[in-house]
């Protein structure tokens, strides 16, 4: 029973909230009980995982936790990065909020069992955040990372203010590449430059301008893999 503060799993889980020493260590931490299911069912393995009242005083582990007080059981595991390969891929330029990198994986994996692929300035999907958002997505369909010119397939390019309905525009037979862009901003020239096409997903008149990313990635998704199954 860890019984002191200066534990050296306590002492690397506080360091695992700051993104340099996730990458230092190659290491993140999943918190509760639902994510450290996630990731036994997917078979990753952990580094360690400490169980309040049962391998560390609750105190102990409520004070290293990202939620606070109440906390059950943290885990910590290493990194892994998927291949981008597959049907359907989700590639993300430039999407600084973790919790959006983390809902749209746990979107490509609901919706098209598709792989999220980084691209430059986006959030780092194995934060606290962003592994919570996932509800665990991130354990079963880990992210990868590549430029989108490495990406096989159809690049389709989600704009909020230009391009045909997504529901009217061809996929193709192969793969389909989903971009998206930054909350914001949006997808940059280039990219927009070198899709196949671009999309945008009409929106009532009078209503908000556009959708959250994340929300917009799901909508995607439904449609692409709708479509993609013959169902169009």
């Not at 290491?27 to 078979?43: H, P």
Request: hydrophobic share 40%.
């Amino acid at each position: 029973m860890i019984r002191s503060p200066d534990n050296d799993r306590l002492k690397t889980i506080r360091k695992l909230r700051q993104k340099r020493w996730r990458e230092k260590l190659g290491l993140f931490t999943a918190e509760g009980e639902d994510l450290v299911d996630a990731a036994e069912l997917a078979a990753w393995e952990p580094e360690f995982v400490l169980r309040a009242g049962e391998d560390v005083e609750p105190e102990l582990l409520d004070a290293v936790s990202t939620l606070g007080s109440g906390t059950g059981v943290i885990g910590v595991y290493p990194r892994r990065w998927a291949d981008p390969r597959g049907e359907v891929l989700v590639y993300l330029h430039g999407v600084e909020d973790p919790g959006n990198v983390g809902a749209i994986v746990r979107s490509a994996h609901a919706l098209a069992d598709a792989t999220v692929v980084l691209g430059p300035g986006c959030a780092d999907p194995f934060s606290p955040k962003a592994v919570r958002a996932s509800m665990g997505s991130v354990f079963a369909r880990p992210p990868a990372r590549a430029p989108l010119e490495a990406l096989p397939g159809r690049r389709v390019a989600l704009d909020s203010g230009s391009g045909d309905a997504l529901g009217e525009v061809r996929l193709g037979d192969g793969p389909t590449v989903l971009c998206l862009g930054a909350e914001r901003e949006g997808l940059p020239a280039e990219v927009l430059e070198a899709a196949d096409a671009v999309v945008r997903i009409p929106l009532r008149p009078g209503g908000p301008e556009s959708l959250n990313v994340a929300m917009a990635a799901t909508v995607a998704l439904y449609e692409v893999e709708r479509r993609m199954r013959g169902h169009a």
